[in-house]
């Protein structure tokens, strides 16, 4: 594929629900534009973009992939992006490096509730797109009422193109609105169109004609006093309405059946903007002789050449065997060869000018979201913004040879993945995965064990409990020991108090007068409160906002040493933490919860349920914002519940707020738990 300036390039998104047909649509545009010999399908796991195993195992999409092709003398960079909820990253990332989108809608099922997420990230990128509406050939297939849908559910200002011919099983073709020629088959044989058609396709026409000349004064004037407007008049007026975000046209076909595919390619080249129809980034220029600038979107493993690097070029041109300057990192790095990427295949390339997409194997420090330039003229392109991970799971490596690989495979996962999360829990010893959901997660863990070998299980993270007191109390403890010779002594006396709580801390003092323990003693004796503070709280569990005073104590003039009264401050902080009325904390979640006003009672009861206190609810148009704080032992599976009673509607963050008192009818329960897990580790 040779180099092409950026006016003939439309880097091009295509959104869906997962199962709309998205997939199987990038595979026949391939084929259209005779990108590849034959078609390949979801369900034999053959198709370009569902490459890696795990996609052909799932029949769906769990990677952004790059398609690129050539039709009609433009380049179509088409991004795949996966239609599942969990992969919502790759979703971002693909309108990222943009300039518009193809939205495919099931044509039986309709608005699903991925289309309306993939809509709002589009609203947010502002981006110009396209709606395809799919499987008109399917049962119950309904291109109105897709329609209908697609105007009241997402706001769109929905313009048919085309109008199906037929549907389900009689879906033939479609007529184009604009030339008023009916088109059938998958090699697009121009016919007469259907006569019970000649109406409604005369409604519609009017209907394209008002909306594409609203965009135009121009044509207004002309179509107001009574003069036709030329086919090529519509389409301008409806390509100034698509860039403006104000009209979006919808097309209509079959990807399986291979009807309505070119003329989509064509809207794409028609309507979408490109690289040079938009404002590049401040202070750029999309020109092939001004200095490099480029983005690194996505990285992989690739188990051939090693890491690839995925780059969005914005100015200048990026050349193999070159060096650029990331700007992001600071640091110089050596470009080897270049590549034109088509789901695995990757073509050599001598060069990536403005406005394309390659990528290069074997960066040295370079990771997603980097800018890519020159020393001399350095450049710093806006980021990617991913969204936070919002489920997490404890992993355990399954060997002793799985452990010794985590310390390398997981960073290597989360530079392959930034949606993915590792985590270190201090208080509990786990180390946690973090991911968008549970699909998310289980493709994780198969990454894992397929790419970088390490075979590791997964299972919901303990609650860092902490333990504190309520009264102060008082304590002391005897250690003495004589087997022959030197014997062991130490004798001390401690005040234990609570501190106010959400301190976090356990504090140390000395009230010793009159020389009862030496001073040299005393340092002992806080480092063995302050190690036993680590579990010598209720059910074992770490002690936080408590103050430990030494007060008195006895030492011995030859068996007394620093061992002895760091043991006796242990056991003294133990006994004195039994009698000053233990309790157990657990850490509370801020959740801030958005769903369709309708679900509101539902989600609030639910609340309830766990333990949550609602501080409030604010109505934003249609969605009511939930505010609450939740036990987190209650919500660590609350996305799946969420999910679940809001058919994937609903959504939600969640951050640490504060330790709490655990009510005393669950404390004994979570002790006992406690106990149980110490005894199988002995064993």
Same mark, same amino acid.
């Given at each position: 594929?040779?180099?092409?300036?950026?006016?003939?390039?439309?880097?091009t998104?295509?959104?869906s629900?997962s199962?709309?047909?998205?997939?199987?649509l990038?595979?026949?545009?391939?084929?259209?534009?005779?990108?590849?010999?034959?078609?390949?399908?979801?369900?034999d796991?053959?198709?370009?973009?569902?490459?890696?195993?795990?996609?052909a195992?799932?029949?769906?999409?769990?990677?952004? &992939?790059?398609?690129?092709?050539?039709?009609?003398?433009y380049?179509?960079?088409?991004?795949?992006?996966?239609?599942y909820?969990?992969f919502?990253?790759?979703?971002?990332?693909?309108?990222?490096?943009?300039e518009?989108?193809?939205?495919?809608?099931?044509? +039986?099922?309709?608005? $699903?509730?991925?289309?309306?997420?993939?809509?709002?990230?589009?609203?947010?990128?502002?981006?110009?797109?396209?709606?395809?509406?799919?499987? /008109?050939?399917?049962?119950?297939?309904?291109?109105?009422a897709?329609?209908?849908?697609?105007t009241?559910?997402?706001?769109?200002?929905?313009?048919?193109?085309?109008?199906?011919?037929?549907?389900?099983?009689?879906?033939?073709?479609?007529?184009? =609105? !604009? &030339?008023?020629?009916?088109y059938?088959?998958?090699?697009?044989?121009?016919?007469?169109?259907p006569?019970?058609?000649?109406?409604?396709?005369?409604?519609?026409?009017?209907?394209?004609?008002?909306?594409?000349?609203?965009?135009?004064? $121009?044509?207004?004037?002309k179509?107001?006093?009574?003069? $036709?407007v030329?086919?090529?008049?519509?389409?301008?007026?409806?390509?100034?309405?698509?860039?403006?975000g104000?009209?979006?046209?919808?097309?209509?076909?079959?990807?399986?059946?291979?009807?309505?595919?070119?003329? =989509?390619?064509?809207?794409?080249?028609?309507?979408?903007?490109?690289?040079?129809?938009? +404002?590049?980034?401040?202070?750029?220029?999309?020109?092939?002789? &001004?200095?490099?600038?480029?983005?690194?979107f996505?990285?992989?493993?690739?188990?051939?050449?090693?890491?690839?690097?995925?780059?969005?070029?914005?100015?200048?041109?990026?050349?193999?065997?070159?060096?650029?300057?990331?700007?992001?990192?600071?640091?110089?790095?050596?470009?080897?060869?270049?590549? =034109?990427?088509?789901?695995?295949?990757?073509?050599?390339?001598?060069?990536? +000018?403005?406005?394309?997409?390659?990528?290069?194997?074997?960066?040295?420090?370079?990771?997603?979201?980097?800018?890519?330039?020159?020393?001399?003229?350095?450049?710093?392109?806006?980021?990617?913004t991913?969204?936070?991970?919002?489920?997490?799971?404890?992993?355990?490596p399954?060997?002793?040879?799985?452990?010794?690989?985590?310390g390398?495979?997981?960073?290597?996962?989360? $530079?392959?993945?930034?949606t993915?999360?590792?985590?270190?829990?201090?208080?509990?010893?786990?180390?946690?995965?973090?991911? /968008?959901?549970?699909t998310?997660?289980?493709?994780?863990?198969?990454?894992?064990?397929?790419?970088?070998?390490?075979?590791?299980?997964?299972?919901?993270?303990?609650?860092p409990?902490?333990a504190?007191?309520?009264?102060?109390?008082?304590?002391?403890?005897?250690?003495?020991?004589?087997?022959?010779?030197?014997?062991?002594?130490?004798?001390?006396?401690?005040?234990?108090?609570?501190?106010?709580?959400?301190?976090?801390?356990? *504090?140390?003092?000395s009230?010793i007068?009159?020389?009862? !323990?030496?001073k040299?003693?005393?340092?002992a004796?806080?480092?063995?409160?302050?190690?036993?503070?680590?579990?010598?709280?209720?059910?074992?569990?770490?002690?936080?906002?408590?103050?430990?005073?030494?007060?008195?104590?006895?030492?011995?003039?030859?068996?007394?040493?620093?061992?002895?009264?760091?043991? +006796?401050?242990?056991?003294?902080?133990?006994?004195?933490?039994?009698?000053?009325?233990?309790?157990?904390?657990?850490?509370?979640?801020? !959740?801030?919860?958005?769903?369709?006003?309708?679900?509101?009672?539902?989600? !609030?009861?639910?609340?309830?349920?766990?333990?949550?206190?609602?501080?409030?609810?604010?109505?934003?148009?249609?969605?009511n914002?939930?505010?609450?704080?939740?036990?987190?032992? *209650?919500?660590?599976?609350?996305?799946?519940?969420?999910?679940?009673?809001?058919?994937?509607?609903?959504?939600?963050?969640?951050?640490?707020?504060?330790? *709490?008192?655990?009510?005393?009818?669950?404390?004994?329960?979570?002790?006992?738990?406690?106990?149980?897990?110490?005894?199988?580790?002995?064993?």
């Amino acid at each position: 594929m040779t180099a092409i300036s950026a006016e003939r390039i439309r880097n091009t998104a295509l959104l869906s629900h997962s199962g709309a047909g998205k997939t199987s649509l990038a595979e026949a545009m391939l084929f259209a534009a005779k990108a590849i010999p034959r078609l390949g399908k979801v369900d034999d796991g053959t198709t370009t973009s569902d490459y890696e195993p795990e996609e052909a195992k799932r029949r769906i999409s769990l990677n952004l &992939t790059v398609l690129p092709c050539t039709w009609l003398d433009y380049k179509l960079n088409l991004l795949d992006a996966p239609g599942y909820a969990d992969f919502i990253g790759d979703v971002k990332v693909s309108l990222r490096v943009t300039e518009g989108a193809v939205v495919v809608i099931d044509a +039986a099922a309709g608005v $699903e509730v991925g289309t309306e997420i993939a809509w709002h990230i589009l609203g947010e990128a502002s981006l110009p797109r396209l709606i395809f509406i799919n499987k /008109m050939d399917r049962e119950n297939a309904d291109f109105f009422a897709t329609l209908d849908a697609a105007t009241s559910k997402l706001g769109a200002r929905a313009v048919p193109v085309q109008l199906p011919i037929g549907a389900e099983a009689g879906f033939q073709g479609v007529v184009d =609105l !604009i &030339t008023g020629k009916a088109y059938t088959g998958s090699d697009d044989q121009e016919t007469e169109v259907p006569a019970d058609m000649a109406d409604v396709v005369s409604t519609y026409r009017e209907k394209l004609t008002e909306a594409a000349i609203e965009t135009d004064d $121009e044509l207004l004037t002309k179509y107001l006093e009574g003069e $036709e407007v030329t086919e090529e008049e519509l389409r301008r007026g409806l390509e100034q309405g698509v860039r403006q975000g104000q009209l979006v046209p919808v097309l209509a076909g079959s990807a399986l059946k291979n009807i309505g595919v070119r003329f =989509l390619m064509d809207a794409i080249v028609r309507y979408l903007p490109s690289p040079a129809g938009v +404002a590049p980034p401040e202070g750029l220029e999309v020109s092939t002789t &001004t200095p490099p600038a480029a983005l690194v979107f996505k990285t992989t493993a690739d188990p051939y050449v090693g890491k690839l690097s995925y780059f969005r070029v914005y100015s200048g041109t990026v050349a193999s065997n070159s060096h650029v300057w990331n700007s992001t990192k600071q640091h110089d790095e050596r470009m080897g060869q270049l590549y =034109l990427v088509r789901g695995k295949t990757q073509e050599p390339a001598p060069e990536v +000018a403005a406005g394309d997409i390659g990528a290069v194997a074997k960066l040295s420090v370079t990771t997603t979201g980097d800018t890519l330039g020159t020393k001399e003229h350095p450049t710093s392109l806006p980021g990617i913004t991913f969204p936070t991970p919002i489920l997490r799971m404890a992993v355990q490596p399954k060997t002793k040879a799985d452990l010794d690989k985590m310390g390398l495979s997981l960073p290597r996962l989360m $530079e392959e993945d930034p949606t993915i999360l590792i985590q270190r829990e201090a208080d509990t010893g786990e180390t946690l995965l973090a991911g /968008m959901g549970e699909t998310h997660l289980e493709v994780a863990v198969e990454r894992l064990q397929r790419k970088f070998g390490l075979d590791v299980k997964v299972q919901i993270p303990k609650v860092p409990y902490k333990a504190t007191v309520t009264t102060p109390a008082k304590a002391d403890y005897r250690h003495k020991k004589q087997t022959g010779g030197h014997g062991q002594f130490a004798h001390v006396f401690l005040e234990i108090s609570p501190l106010p709580r959400g301190s976090g801390r356990v *504090e140390f003092a000395s009230r010793i007068v009159g020389g009862a !323990i030496s001073k040299s003693y005393i340092p002992a004796v806080e480092k063995g409160v302050m190690e036993a503070s680590h579990d010598a709280g209720l059910g074992g569990y770490p002690v936080v906002d408590v103050k430990a005073t030494l007060y008195d104590g006895k030492e011995h003039p030859v068996d007394s040493s620093d061992i002895c009264f760091k043991i +006796a401050g242990s056991h003294a902080l133990k006994e004195g933490l039994s009698e000053a009325q233990p309790v157990l904390l657990e850490p509370v979640m801020k !959740i801030e919860v958005e769903v369709p006003e309708p679900l509101t009672g539902e989600i !609030i009861g639910d609340l309830n349920t766990k333990r949550a206190k609602v501080l409030g609810m604010s109505p934003q148009g249609g969605i009511n914002v939930i505010e609450a704080l939740a036990p987190m032992s *209650e919500v660590q599976r609350y996305l799946i519940d969420l999910r679940s009673m809001t058919q994937g509607r609903g959504r939600f963050t969640m951050e640490f707020s504060h330790y *709490e008192e655990v009510p005393a009818q669950l404390t004994q329960r979570i002790v006992a738990e406690k106990q149980q897990d110490k005894a199988s580790e002995k064993v």
